[in-house]
């Protein structure tokens, strides 16, 4: 019997991870005309469905309440008596993702998206084994994303990465955080808003890396006010188990060990490649272990694409979209694969928010040159009635020679909101004349952005 006809099934493209990448690439795709195959061994939506940005937007909320509890004191609302119930916070999420889950397959099978459950697994440039069986396909697509990774000290088996969060039987009383990106910061707040005394360790003299520097010493100066301990310059040495079910965490410095009820590890992510078969492939990965692609997603296997997570870039879900629909119609139609990474805004869902589009004040001076930069903080107006000192940032960059606006920058309540619209006017190329033009909405923080005339540096 040949090869050929021992193969079960063949299809034009077969997905492996149905993420958000896989699920948008496997539905556009069955939708203009192929026969699409989507592969996935846990679950429909991928790390920001099930694991990410909707269990964390929906914790981040929860956190919010207790401050808000406080906050409705100024405004004639007595709230006492109010305790908060770990498990009904988790069991809700657990049936929201369910939801979500039942969507994401209905969609699949609306597109008429062959959805295998199972390991798959690559046996070479155009053949996937998956429950025992062997497919073929013409194109292959890997969106398998990527995990938590936890730094190989004694006592790593002790820790806990932001997916084990999702799924805590019980909520303990004190908690460090070990890392300094998003995730991290994100996960302090959480836990700090849902009364859990927080600790975040970082390595680094400042964390969140990448951001606009006003934006990192602004954060800095509110989680602290939200009782968060802050300790940078350190790093985490060793853990090890100590009497009543607590953790010591024993620091690099030599410091006095911290005792804790739990350790999270928000120390980076690595992409999903290991047990893919790649070795019997021609793709190669970069020193990071993501897959090498071109400027068509195209691995160095010429039959194999790559698009999300798995190859680096901004680790964003609405660019795994992008790029997921970009390729769909590229390995379908042959359309020129057109994804524009210019501005693209994201969200940082700590407490207060951190919402940014476009260059910070550092790359904008080394991109542009000559830049105005405009700045201002306030006490947002509902604070003013009661005992919470919450300020918010709001920042402008500015290139001097075309008066475009060339970055946005907020801290506050509602900043990814905010800043998705500022993002908007920024893509089309809007001038600080534009902005300045624009009437605001009155009373709102959004409106600073409008009414901001006196650049603060040039």
Not at 381 to 392: G, I, L
């Amino acid at each position: 019997m040949s090869a050929q006809s021992s193969l079960s099934e063949s299809f034009d493209i077969i997905v492996i991870g149905a993420g958000s990448g896989g699920v948008r690439l496997s539905r556009i795709a069955a939708g203009l005309g192929a026969k699409v195959a989507v592969i996935e061994e846990q679950y429909l939506g991928g790390t920001c469905v099930n694991i990410g940005c909707v269990p964390k937007k929906l914790f981040v909320y929860a956190a919010h309440y207790r401050e808000d509890f406080h906050d409705a004191s100024g405004y004639g609302w007595n709230a006492e008596n109010i305790r908060f119930d770990w498990k009904v916070l988790k069991q809700n999420k657990d049936n929201e993702i369910t939801r979500l889950n039942g969507i994401y397959r209905n969609l699949l099978a609306n597109a008429g998206v062959q959805l295998i459950e199972g390991r798959g697994k690559l046996t070479g440039p155009t053949t996937v084994e998956v429950n025992g069986k062997t497919l073929q396909a013409k194109k292959i697509v890997i969106a398998t994303g990527g995990t938590p990774n936890i730094p190989d000290i004694p006592g790593k088996a002790l820790l806990k990465t932001s997916t084990d969060m999702f799924y805590l039987d019980k909520i303990p009383s004190s908690a460090v955080v070990w890392g300094g990106g998003y995730i991290a910061v994100e996960f302090a707040g959480i836990l700090a808003g849902l009364g859990v005394k927080t600790t975040l360790i970082y390595r680094g003299d400042m964390f969140l890396r990448g951001f606009d520097e006003d934006v990192r010493q602004f954060v800095r100066a509110e989680l602290e006010k939200k009782g968060i301990e802050l300790r940078f310059g350190e790093n985490i040495a060793k853990v090890d188990k100590v009497d009543g079910g607590n953790l010591q965490v024993t620091l690099t410095s030599g410091d006095t060990p911290v005792i804790t009820g739990l350790v999270l590890a928000a120390t980076g992510r690595i992409p999903n490649t290991a047990g893919l078969g790649l070795e019997s492939t021609t793709v190669t990965l970069n020193s990071a272990g993501e897959i090498i692609v071109d400027n068509n997603f195209r691995s160095t296997c010429d039959s194999i694409y790559a698009v999300g997570d798995v190859i680096g870039g901004m680790q964003l879900t609405p660019v795994a979209l992008a790029e997921g629909q970009a390729l769909a119609h590229h390995l379908v139609k042959g359309a020129p694969v057109m994804v524009d990474y210019d501005y693209i805004p994201t969200a940082v869902f700590c407490q207060p928010t951190i919402g940014t589009v476009g260059f910070t004040e550092a790359q904008a001076r080394k991109k542009f040159g000559k830049i105005r930069v405009y700045r201002s903080e306030f006490r947002p107006m509902k604070y003013t009635m009661n005992e919470n000192t919450e300020r918010c940032l709001m920042k402008l960059i500015v290139d001097d020679a075309s008066d475009k606006v060339v970055g946005a920058h907020m801290v506050g309540a509602e900043a990814g909101e905010i800043i998705q619209g500022m993002a908007v006017a920024i893509k089309a190329g809007a001038t600080k004349a534009h902005f300045d033009a624009t009437i605001g909405i009155h009373p709102t923080a959004a409106e600073e952005f409008v009414t901001m005339r006196t650049p603060v540096s040039s």
